[in-house]
């Protein structure tokens, strides 16, 4: 783990048995912290990539590798935690052999999709499944790069849906809190328009400046004299490409949107560089440093 564990509790089990399908860094690091407080008495993984399930049995994060059907069939709690693009297919497999009693959440990074695949897979148990993204991350990627304290201080957004039960929604707030992160509910749509400015498109931002410099004749020279200012900017890219490639399709016309205020955004500034006109360009750099500095005082992440 790349992070010293969370202090265990004496909390009494809410979850006898958790499975987690696809164990990398979120999925992992959501069992290395639930398991650390307590709250949890037995993970079980699933997934496509046996290599990935067999490492992280081996660094303890899941005890046992099982199918979806075993794990639809003996977990209380189901986090499914893969690319967006497998959803569908995921509670498809899952929802024959799904218990009644069984909870179903997600940590995709779009929920309206996500909420109209479990309508239409899910039927009349959809109300089994409370959608979810927790907003943390890492280039990282992995169950290597699992870390029980990912969640600390970060937020976990809830969509749930009419059909939810109370306790069950209020069990898995309790399972994010005592990761350490705030849990905030909000609709589907307004989470994938707040989620594609601040989340989806910096991403795309980012790995469109980073193609464009690696591919460039004298990529090597560039590379060579990159400095912090180009790791910063740069860093996101190296997330795993399959995940944002279903992030972006799945969120298109929040990202598409967006994309065309950035572009407004870009024609300012480049028509303050055409025009010379230093007065307009300090002030565009005026403005986006402060509004910077007063949202790092505010969120600590600075």
Known sequence: MSAPPLPRT????????????GVGLIGGSFAAAVRQSGLVTRIV???????????????????????????????????????????????????PSLRPETIVTDAGSTKADVVTAARQVLGDQVGQFIPGHPIAGAEATGPEAADAQLFQGRSVVLTPLAENSNASKALLTRLWEACGARVVCMEPDTHDTVLASVSHVPHLLSSIY?????????????????????RDFTRI???????????????????????????????????ALIDGDGAALEDFLERAALARRLWGSRSGLA
């Open 210 to 230: 980073m193609w464009q410099v690696a591919t460039a004749q004298d990529s090597d020279l560039r590379m060579a004299l990159a400095g912090t200012g180009f």
């Open 45 to 95: 993984g699933a997934g496509r990539q046996g290599g990935t399930l067999a490492r992280a049995q081996a660094l303890g994060l899941i005890d046992e590798i099982v199918s979806l059907q075993q794990a639809a069939q003996t977990a209380d709690l189901i986090l499914i935690a893969a690319p967006v693009g497998a959803t569908t297919e995921i509670l498809a497999t899952l929802q």
């Open 237 to 271: 890219s190296a997330g795993s490409a399959e995940v944002w490639r279903d992030i972006f399709l799945s969120n298109r016309p929040a990202v598409l949107a967006e994309l065309q205020e950035v572009k407004a955004a870009l024609a300012r500034a480049e028509q």
């Open 10 to 21: 004496s909390a009494e089990p809410l979850v006898p048995v958790l499975a987690i399908v």
